[in-house]
């Protein structure tokens, strides 16, 4: 079993930045992916960004157009999303999630076996 643990969510003026980490705990060495994904009210659960957790190639949500980065730290087994230029449309909750392999793709929820309990990001106008 793997369980993640999200940070980092807070209250953040348009334009701003944050940094949510993901710390994952258990049994990490069955982690080949690690994503975001998002959640604002009233709307479905959608990628955000995701990365093998060995590092390489790095995929993003059309809307991120340059302005996040995923990276882990795999000594301190956690996850980033590093988010700037934020917006009032990147409201949301965010959740952390992991895979033992992208089979069904990056994008699919139902990818990932692990998920963490959400942070919130809440951006003002």
């Known amino acids: 079993q793997v369980q993640l643990v999200e940070s980092g969510g807070g209250l953040v003026q348009a334009g701003g930045s944050l940094r949510l980490s993901c710390a994952a705990s258990g049994d990490t060495f069955i982690i080949y992916a690690v994503s975001w994904f998002r959640q604002a009210p009233g709307r479905e659960r959608e990628f955000v960004a995701g990365m093998p957790w060995s590092g390489g190639r790095t995929y993003y949500g059309d809307f991120v157009k340059g302005r996040f980065t995923i990276s882990r730290d795999n000594a301190k087994n956690i996850g980033y999303l590093q988010m700037g230029s934020l917006k009032p449309e990147d409201t949301a909750v965010y959740y952390c999630?992991?895979?033992?392999?992208?089979?069904?793709?990056?994008?699919?929820?139902?990818?990932?076996?692990?998920w963490g309990q959400g942070t919130q990001v809440t951006v003002s106008s």
């Open positions: 999630a992991a895979a033992p392999n992208v089979l069904r793709g990056w994008t699919t929820e139902s990818t990932y076996n692990y």
